[in-house]
């Protein structure tokens, strides 16, 4: 069965660094998302993403965070400038339309460690 | 914003034994939609059992079955005949019928012991 993938499954990096979190989404998907769960916290919804924009923001996406769709396969999440604060797992997600019954499938995530 | 609580962070049940993992949400929407996620550890979430608002009968999906209860709003998973394979986090998550993100609660451990 088609999984959506995430790669590093770790990163860590130096608060000010900028960090890029990658995912292969379901081929046959439109609609992309990142969501993050920091330690012992709820997993938060961050962004969607469909036909080359941002299609739903949450407040917690500010101006250090960017996606992109750089070519066909990969939807990456930058952070300009990470801060101790962003420490998390980072889940991508993919589904086939934005339908409410659609189901969003998850990636294994990345864990974020600033320091 | 809808909040989803999940007042277990942590269960257990004997192998072959009935659990019922809780979940509450608070909104004002009438139309939405519920999830349970199953995470196993160092593997990606997936979806367990989904439930629309408008539906009165109780979503089923072979040994998991959920107890939804509107008025209340409560969305409880129950797993029958528990196996070892479902040990996991399961996560309640919700769905407004007009936006595409989900909310989560923040999960319960769930521990199987042969």
């Known amino acids: 069965e088609p999984e959506v993938t995430q790669t590093p499954s770790h990163q860590v990096t130096q608060m000010g660094q900028e960090v890029i979190l990658r995912c292969v989404p379901i081929?046959?998907?439109?609609?992309f998302y990142w969501y993050r769960q920091i330690l012992g916290q709820k997993v938060e919804f961050l962004v969607s993403?469909?036909?080359?924009?941002?299609?739903?923001k949450s407040e917690i996406f500010d101006d250090q965070f960017s996606v992109e769709r750089p070519d066909g396969s990969n939807f990456t999440l930058k952070i300009r400038s990470t801060k101790l604060e962003d420490s998390a797992m980072y889940f991508c997600?993919?589904?086939?339309?934005?339908?409410?019954?659609?189901?969003?499938?998850f990636g294994p995530g990345t864990r974020l460690t600033v320091l | 914003a809808q909040t989803v609580t999940q007042s277990q962070p942590e269960m257990s049940v004997q192998e072959a034994e009935t659990v019922t993992l809780s979940c509450t949400y608070d909104?004002?929407?009438?139309?939405?939609?519920l999830f349970w996620y199953k995470q196993p550890p160092s593997r990606q979430m997936i979806l367990v059992i989904r439930?629309?608002?408008?539906?009165?009968q109780n979503a089923t999906e072979n040994r998991f079955s959920v107890n939804f209860q509107k008025a209340a709003k409560s969305f409880s998973l129950k797993i029958s005949d528990s196996q070892l394979g479902d040990a996991a986090m399961y996560f309640c998550?919700?769905?407004?019928?007009?936006?595409?993100?989900?909310?989560f609660g923040t999960g319960t451990s769930l521990t199987v012991i042969p």
């Open positions: 998550a919700y769905r407004s019928d007009t936006g595409n993100q989900f909310y």
């Open positions: 081929s046959n998907h439109l609609y």
């Open positions: 909104t004002s929407e009438s139309d939405y939609y």
């Open positions: 993403f469909y036909n080359n924009e941002i299609s739903e």
């Open positions: 997600a993919s589904s086939e339309w934005e339908t409410h019954t659609d189901t969003q499938y």
């Open positions: 439930q629309e608002a408008y539906k009165q």
